[in-house]
């Protein structure tokens, strides 16, 4: 199978619910680099720009296709993609996207997805003016997004939907243990591979073009990590100081666990748990590659009754599931997958981790709690109501020159060619 017909099949994935995350890689395993390559793009650019895509596709379809012919759906949506934003001959792209309806085993496809793509390309134009008051075309993010960034960010919302429509850099955290960042990019550079520092991470570097990371030297011997430099800093906030007792507490796949490991290697216990089994190996994967020590753990956080043997914490990690807003440009599904209510529910898991965590730090111990999303809802609002219940628990000030400084914390916004979107709080106890 080619990059299109497997496009196709993941497409229709997350068309159905999966997460491309899940979805894409069984299907880029099998394909030589250069077909996993346009593999990517067409997985992420045709869902980066699928709101916008979308406008033109109902516009263009006489009916809507079937639930079942969603794999068809898929070929259009990237073939649309295509058409705006590969330098790929137009009859090229319509070409292969018919023959991939027969080789999908759907040959009575191949005159629509045809007859669809041509007329895109006559009516492109008209079609464009028609939804110039169309925010959702014009900004390719669903309404709800808009109107949430809006309210909490009117100043640079339009900077933060430029940001999630860019393809993000590609950042690489250096391991310490191993080598300096400055040695590391002159190893990259022998290979010519061209990096800079990151602007906010000190353990960071940026390179000029993304790479496949067996491009990457000494990757399988643990020299560096894949990691964005906003998801970096946490280490360094925890404040390490050997033989302290520290919890990442929702820590796959473990880019965070093997940070705090290369930052203070003198710790007397380092934990992580995640409630997924699954993406728990890939902790233990991580630790293994770069050599590293920490004990990891499967299970509930959020619930320490049923794990906790009352070995109190130094620092507590809650790296929160959430929202992924701050990372839509590395997930440009969740402007399919996610809606408002979403973030409701993921804010009451945030706050419940809180507090189901608390009993397990020591007095004087550290809690940093951090989320990659640019939601207030899920950041100083988590944060303002849990100080409000504890009393035991008070905001401990982050002195540093990034970010903006909020009623709780400090907030990272995408950047182009620059981080990602991220939150951090610290609170200590008393």
């Known amino acids: ?7 196709a099949f993941v497409l229709a994935k997350v068309f159905r619910g999966q997460s491309l995350s899940s979805a894409l890689p069984p299907y880029a395993a099998d394909l030589n680099k250069s077909e996993k390559a346009r593999l990517m793009d067409l997985c992420y650019g045709s869902l980066r720009w699928f709101p916008q895509i979308e406008c033109y596709l109902q516009a263009l379809l006489k009916k809507p296709l079937r639930p079942k012919d969603l794999e068809i759906k898929a070929l259009l949506i990237s073939g649309i993609y295509q058409l705006l934003n590969s330098e790929t001959p137009a009859y090229a792209v319509v070409h292969e996207s018919v023959s991939a309806a027969e080789s999908l085993g759907r040959p009575w496809a191949k005159n629509l997805v045809n007859a669809v793509l041509r007329s895109f390309l006559r009516k492109k134009q008209t079609l464009s003016e028609s939804f110039s008051d169309n925010r959702t075309f014009l900004t390719a993010h669903p309404e709800w997004i808009l109107e949430a960034l809006d309210e909490a960010w009117p100043e640079i919302s339009q900077d933060i939907v430029e940001a999630n429509n860019s393809r993000a850099p590609m950042c690489l955290r250096v391991n310490n243990k191993k080598c300096s960042r400055d040695d590391y990019i002159n190893q990259l550079s022998e290979v010519g591979i061209k990096a800079k520092h990151t602007l906010i991470s000190p ?31 946490a280490a360094k906030l925890l404040d390490l100081r050997p033989d302290q007792s520290v919890l990442d507490a929702c820590a796959a796949p473990g880019g ?3 940070h705090i490991a290369e930052t203070q290697s003198d710790l007397r216990l380092l934990l992580a748990i995640d409630k997924d089994a699954e993406r728990l190996e890939k902790v233990k994967q991580n630790l293994v590659r770069l050599n590293l020590q920490g004990s990891t753990l499967h299970a509930d956080a959020s619930k320490p009754q049923k794990w906790w043997k009352n070995n109190f914490f130094d620092r507590i990690l809650v790296d929160a599931p959430c929202s992924g807003t701050g990372v839509i440009r590395r997930h440009p599904d969740i402007k399919l997958l996610r809606n408002n209510a979403d973030i409701e529910k993921v804010s009451r898991l945030q706050t419940s981790l809180l507090f189901g965590l608390w009993p397990t730090l020591k007095k004087g111990g550290i809690l940093l709690y951090s989320t990659c999303s640019v939601m207030p809802i899920e950041n100083d609002k988590v944060i303002t109501n849990f100080l409000q219940e504890i009393k035991s628990a008070r905001l401990r000030p982050i002195k540093c020159n990034w970010g903006l400084e909020t009623v709780s914390g400090r907030q990272l916004f995408p950047t182009l060619n620059g981080h990602d979107g991220f939150y951090y709080a610290l609170l200590q106890k008393l």
């Open 1 to 7: 199978m080619n990059a299109r017909g497997a496009s």
């Open 203 to 233: 353990d960071g570097i940026q390179l000029e073009a993304p790479t496949d990371i067996s491009n990457l030297p000494n990757f399988a011997e643990g020299f560096c990590s894949v990691q964005d430099e906003a998801a970096q800093l």
């Open 256 to 258: 965070k666990t093997a």
